[in-house]
């Protein structure tokens, strides 16, 4: 099979999830990701939970592994000049220059798409910002927590009236949003590069991810202004759409919105008489009434464990889910059946299950290249490609401009 990006040259600047994570979907499509660190490490290394493992043995950092594998590392000083020097001389033989700095310091350290493009005039110069490169907030940091989440209205429509505090929201959702986004904007920007002749410069930002996110609900307001009210399940416009508690405490998720499910759904849930009731016989007098019908559906549900509903409701064509729990979908047979986790290893040899790219491609080699890289593991390799070695490397290792692998 073809690797869909072999050849391609990538030279990331990023920490955290967002912009590295279209990297390493870069990286699973075979391009050479070198990933620039600064002398102590992305931020994001050991940051999240660390799986448990077996007792001396050390731990998997599974999250930077998600974003990062495939990848080479090359430790960095950026504040100094001959460690920007030495970025700079790789963004110039690069076909993709990645990053998440903000303006002003991608300026400072001569980073920016005007100076990368006065020595390279074919780069992609593609950056990942919280609230984009214009207005007034365009040197202020975003992380998905502030810019996707809270400033793009992700959770003001995920609230409940009841508990209008913020939910807890796990990590990177936004971020991996965004690098999806980014990642598009960079395969299509190679794209033009290639009609063209003419370097780009792809922008993608946390709150333009999350505008997209919420443009079903954002559209209309675009138009009316008016807000969403947040609603909790008794106000919901359809019948078969949300979420029951079963009897054993596990939640089952329907999304049936067309009229014709309303009939066999009440048959199979024993109660055929909620067809000839007035209160419920259409839309409008199920949404007019909801809160006694979810009433009703609550008391019908709680007869039954999940896993009897599932298969009643699979007998009739049902279009529902489980709401699983982590560890579930960590197990689940279609999961697996589709590939989503595959194996990967890491420098001790020890295999592990990570999370797929959320894309296949008939013919296309897609998938893990390897596991992260050490901070600075290929910096003498990637400077010997730069011409930089020997006496030259070593003075440069010494005066701390850039890091060699620790051992």
Known sequence: MVAPLEGVRVVEVANWMAAPGAAALMADMGADVVKVEPLGGDAMRGATRQPEVPEGQEPIDAAFQMDNR????????????????LVRRMAARADVFLCNLLPGRQARFGLDAPALHALNPRLVHAT??????????????GYDLTAFFGRGAVLDAMSEPANPAPPRLRPAQGDHTAALALFSGVLAALRVVEATGEGQVVDVSLLGAAAWTMSSDLSATLIDGVRPTPQGRVARPHALHGGFRCADGRWILLFMPEPRWWAPFCEAVGHPEWVDDERFAGWADRARNMPEL????????????LEEWCAIFDERGFIWGPASTVSEFAADEQAAADG?????????????????????????DVGPRGPAPAIGEHTEAVLTELGV???ELAALARDGVVGLPAG
Not at 128 to 141: I, N, Q, S
Not at 340 to 364: C, K, M, N, Y
């Open 340 to 364: 989503l986790f595959p194996e990967i290893g890491d420098a001790s040899g020890r295999r592990f299950r990570t999370v797929r790219a959320p894309l296949r491609l008939q013919g296309g």
């Open 128 to 141: 990942l910002t919280g609230y984009g490169p214009g207005g007034p907030d365009a040197a202020r940091p």
């Open 70 to 85: 495939g990848k080479r590392s090359i430790a960095v000083a950026l504040n100094e000049a001959q460690g920007a020097d």
């Open 294 to 305: 979810t009433r009703l559906m609550d008391e019908a549900f709680a007869t039954r464990p």
């Open 389 to 391: 070695g020997g006496d």
